[in-house]
């Protein structure tokens, strides 16, 4: 090794992030015995001696190391504080190996998810609030049929993912399809080109369980902007209005969906001219094939 560069993160000695740049094997006055020992076999890799100036006040703050070209995290420090191993003067590390993954062995469990998500606030008041992960927004939604050609535009890119960038790996019922590339959709940013009601649709949904006041995601508290979710029962439909105005309206199925409820969605379909975008099943449907998606069984 030609080299080591100790980074301390959040620590006080040197401040955040401080880094000490020194040469292995360089005996120094009133200099500190280090030994590296590995987390995962045990045994010790390297040994030199360091100046107290190059070494850190303490050893409790998350540390890591460059040991020739290599980034290794601290463990454990044996004696912890510079007050003791400077008494002592020596020090044994011990380190593992941090292991960065490269970018074309990536594996995702999607083929496509949007971006950008919306902006969140501050819940307007009490209630509960319809809770979705943020990959999973808008990845089935209802657009205008004026955009078909947009959307299908996106399908064949999504349909490349499926076709150059996806295995099945597992076996029987544990097994899965995975992607090494992922398809990320900015369009079409205005879903709705022709009005739809949100007291009409509301009107045409049967209202099955618990009333939302809006919609979230796990990892924020707050509430997406002018967000609402109406709960069918068999299925969640929520999006974001302006006023009466939907602007964005999409579909989250209910493990127990049951075709014989959608009928007021199928009706609010044609109605307001929808078509469902299936963005991971890389489909579009007209309202006669909405049943079958809400219970493909």
């Not at 971006?115 to 990959?135: M, Q, R, S, Y």
């Not at 609402?228 to 939907?246: C, K, L, M, T």
Request: aromatic share 8%.
């Amino acid at each position: 090794m030609c080299g080591i560069v100790v980074s301390v993160e959040d620590g006080p000695g040197g401040g955040a992030g401080a880094a000490f740049d020194v040469g292995v094997g360089m005996v120094h006055v009133e200099s500190v015995r280090v030994v590296f020992v590995d987390a995962e076999t045990g045994e010790e890799f390297a040994r030199t001696e360091l100046a107290p100036g190059q070494l850190p006040d303490s050893f409790e703050y998350e540390t890591r190391l460059d040991l020739g070209g290599e980034p290794w995290a601290v463990v454990r420090a044996e004696p912890p504080a510079a007050a003791e191993f400077l008494r002592s003067g020596s020090l044994v590390l011990t380190l593992r190996r941090i292991r960065t993954m490269d970018p074309q062995e990536m594996k995702y469990s999607l083929p496509t998810i949007y971006d950008p998500l919306p902006a969140t606030e501050e819940p307007a008041g009490p209630g509960e609030h319809f809770v979705i992960h943020e990959d999973d927004w808008r990845q089935a939604e209802l657009v205008s049929r004026q955009l078909a050609g947009q959307v299908e535009g996106e399908l064949r890119a999504i349909h490349e993912i499926f076709q150059q960038h996806s295995q099945v790996v597992g076996d029987g019922a544990s097994s899965m399809r995975v992607f090494d590339r992922i398809h990320v959709r900015m369009a079409p940013a205005a879903p709705l080109s022709t009005g739809v009601s949100r007291r009409r649709l509301s009107e045409l949904l049967p209202v099955g369980g618990r009333p939302y006041a809006g919609v979230r995601f796990p990892e924020d508290p707050g509430r997406v902007v002018d967000s609402f979710a109406i709960d069918s029962g068999s299925f969640v439909v929520y999006g974001q209005a302006h006023g009466d105005r939907v602007t964005t309206l999409c579909l989250a199925l209910s493990p127990d969906a049951a075709t014989e409820s959608v009928s007021g969605l199928e009706q609010a379909m044609r109605e307001f001219d929808l078509l469902l975008a299936d963005w991971c099943g890389g489909r579009l449907l007209d309202a006669s094939g909405i049943g079958a998606f809400v219970n493909p069984a």
